[in-house]
């Protein structure tokens, strides 16, 4: 079934422990997106990547980093986790905006949990 | 930049009956997207409709539709015969159509679908 797929689906960290959520597309998107979810605050952007190769900084980058060695794989790291950082974490896809395709939205996964202590 | 706000965090509806979520958006761009995500107890992101700013008509799928107003930078959903499943949290979305630009969501409505 074509889709996003991430991982783990949960998980308790202590704080300063490194950690990599795992996020991979099996539909050719180039872009590709990682978001957070906070109650009463949505969705924020962590960070993205137009195409395979580069990334940007979104609303929330501080703590976090990622890669885009391909086209499906985007996976995101936490250095050194701490308790603000406990959300739920999810990954997107679409085609790139701004290349003259219609986007119809994004794809999500399913996220997520992450829980730091 | 731009901003989406939901003034509702929480919303209630008796079944078969019909609800409005309310989306407003801030924005100096002309040509944009609009969507409306649901997000059910599974945490799924789902996609309910989706609006393109340079159509006038208003977008709808079925028992959802939109009151899509440009000058006033609003978007609110319109669930008709609301169903037990349709309980979720929904996202309003905005997303610039030219150029670079993320997905920009608010803060979100809790809509619950009482028997």
């Known amino acids: 079934i074509a889709g996003i797929t991430q991982a783990p689906t949960s998980q308790i960290l202590a704080a300063g422990r490194r950690m990599t959520l795992r996020c991979t597309q099996d539909?050719?998107?180039?872009?590709m997106y990682w978001y957070r979810q906070d109650l009463g605050l949505g969705l924020r952007l962590i960070h993205y990547?137009?195409?395979?190769?580069?990334?940007g900084k979104g609303e929330v980058p501080d703590g976090y980093s990622v890669s885009r060695a391909n086209t499906d794989d985007f996976p995101l790291t936490l250095a050194s986790a701490v308790p603000s950082q406990t959300s739920v974490y999810f990954c997107?896809?679409?085609?790139?905006?701004?290349?003259?395709?219609?986007?119809?939205?994004?794809?999500f996964g399913s996220g997520t949990r992450l829980t730091v202590v | 930049a731009q901003t989406v706000t939901q003034s509702q965090p929480e919303m209630s509806v008796q079944e078969a009956e019909t609800v409005t979520l309310s989306c407003t958006y801030d924005?100096?761009?002309?040509?944009?997207?609009l969507f409306w995500y649901k997000q059910p107890p599974s945490r799924q992101m789902i996609l309910v409709i989706r609006?393109?700013?340079?159509?006038?008509q208003n977008a709808t799928e079925n028992r959802f539709s939109v009151n899509f107003q440009k000058a006033a930078k609003s978007f609110s959903l319109k669930i008709s015969d609301s169903q037990l499943g349709d309980t979720a949290m929904y996202f309003c979305?905005?997303?610039?159509?030219?150029?670079?630009?993320?997905?920009?969501f608010g803060a979100g409505t809790r809509l619950t679908v009482k028997p």
């Open positions: 997107a896809s679409s085609d790139s905006p701004g290349q003259g395709k219609r986007i119809y939205g994004y794809t």
């Open positions: 539909m050719r998107h180039n872009a």
């Open positions: 990547s137009n195409t395979a190769g580069t990334t």
């Open positions: 924005t100096s761009e002309n040509n944009y997207y």
């Open positions: 609006q393109e700013a340079y159509k006038q």
């Open positions: 979305a905005f997303m610039k159509r030219i150029g670079w630009g993320d997905m920009r």
